[in-house]
């Protein structure tokens, strides 16, 4: 169990850390393929990490004096080194005339169990080294991390570790939520929540009810590709240090921890497509036509509905907004309403305008297409042309749900402008059924 460790380390240990960052870059002089963790966020397994060649090497500084105060132990040093297959190292540091110095030689490192000096240059080999599972993960959790962040979430604390569940804390709408993540390697497509679920998501309970599954694809840059390389065995392995491919399709939420916070109609769908129709007729009587309209229904029961007129994006990339939307508010149900021009004769030319409401849950799929009583214009009120209602989407219909999301170019822009206009979107808590 991946608890939240939120306690700060102190600003003179902040100053001991920023100093002996300074020292090893300054000995790799360019060397230093990539800091693998170079931050002040808990959990403390290592103090800093990073990669040179094709060797990993994780650092715990020490207070030569004993004086400052330390995150962390040796067993968590240990530990995320054991699993990567990497150098446990310690790096004694000093505070002399007001400054933090590295007392030790050259690249200030020592082996944590031998405690001989480590000149990481010299443990560089040309072996191709197979990506661990504790690496994968961890960079699975980078993945996941740094969309949370463009996403504008918070982060509150993560760790690579792949035996240890949560993988992230984030301060969510409601509070804190938490994510596990899993790593798939190819030629594996997929990895399968975590049979356990129910007891993370029990453990979670006290700090957040709101629970995520996220799956990370990775891929050697240079596979083949091969469809049948899980079959074949046509395909290259991560090798650390050479490029990775990856997919990631957003956040999943986990069932079983939201259970008890909404419970939907028997016929969600049926109800938004209902309110859509009463809210056009409403307006009607009023002498105005609802404009084009967009709702959804996250699991949580909260609603949200959007007058499209605000989003500011070409008409044509419409559906594809509300798809991302639907998606990264964890919706449930959606419903919306769009205008038409039926022809209905050439000559003479007669042309009818005409509204169509859709709507979806699960199993259950609405449309309804209504135009005026009147030939010239909506004075009478509204007549009934068309209305369905099946068990199966129709085919348009079937990528706003939220299986059916992929990845466009246009992911940043959509993010962007719906993080721009929530506060100008209708909100509303709908009752358990």
Not at 220 to 229: E, G, L, M, R, W
Not at 250 to 271: C, V
Request: proline content about 5%; hydrophobic content about 40%; aromatic content about 10%.
């Amino acid at each position: 169990m991946h608890d939240i460790h939120m306690d700060e380390v102190s600003e003179e240990f902040a100053r001991c850390w920023q100093a002996a960052g300074v020292h090893i870059q300054n000995q790799a002089q360019g060397a230093l393929q990539s800091w693998l963790r170079a931050h002040l966020n808990p959990p403390f397994l290592e103090h800093l990490s990073f990669r040179l060649g094709n060797q990993l090497f994780f650092i715990q500084l020490q207070d030569v004096d004993n004086a400052l105060e330390i995150p962390g132990n040796l067993g968590g040093l240990l530990s995320v080194s054991d699993g990567c297959q990497g150098h446990a190292c310690l790096m004694p540091m000093q505070k002399i005339a007001g400054e933090w110095r590295c007392v030790a030689t050259g690249w200030g490192l020592i082996d944590a169990r031998t405690e001989r000096t480590v000149n990481p240059v010299v443990l560089i080999s040309a072996e191709p080294i197979e990506m661990t599972d504790w690496e994968l993960q961890d960079f699975a959790v980078q993945v996941v991390r740094n969309q949370l962040e463009k996403e504008g979430r918070q982060l509150m604390s993560w760790q690579g570790n792949p035996n240890v569940d949560p993988s992230i804390w984030f301060v969510g709408d409601k509070g804190p939520e938490w994510v596990v993540v899993r790593a798939a390697r190819w030629p594996e497509r997929d990895a399968v929540v975590p049979g356990n679920i129910d007891k993370i998501a029990s453990n979670c309970l006290p700090t957040g009810k709101t629970g995520h599954f996220a799956v990370v694809q990775a891929t050697n840059s240079n596979d083949p590709f091969d469809p049948q390389a899980k079959i074949s065995g046509n395909y290259i392995p991560l090798v650390r240090g050479e490029g990775i491919s990856f997919s990631y399709n957003g956040l999943k939420l986990i069932e079983s921890s939201e259970k008890s916070l909404y419970t939907p109609p028997a016929d969600l769908s049926g109800d938004l497509i209902k309110e859509f129709v009463h809210w056009f007729n409403s307006l009607l009587e009023k002498g105005t036509v609802l404009p084009k309209m967009f709702t959804g229904v996250n699991r949580d029961g909260k609603q949200y509905v959007i007058d499209m007129s605000i989003v500011k994006i070409e008409i044509q990339k419409h559906y594809l907004f509300m798809r991302y939307v639907i998606f990264h508010e964890k919706s449930i149900a959606y419903a919306f309403k769009m205008r038409t021009i039926a022809n209905l004769c050439t000559e003479p030319l007669i042309l009818q305008e005409q509204h169509i409401f859709y709507s979806g849950s699960a199993n259950s799929y609405h449309s309804t297409q209504l135009t005026s009583q009147a030939s010239d214009g909506w004075q009478e009120g509204s007549k009934l042309l068309n209305e369905t209602h099946t068990t199966e989407p129709e085919i348009f219909l079937q990528e706003l749900l939220p299986d059916y999301f992929e990845q466009t170019i246009d992911d940043d822009l959509y993010s962007n402008i719906w993080n721009s206009i929530k506060d100008k979107v209708f909100w509303r808590e709908r009752e358990s059924n």
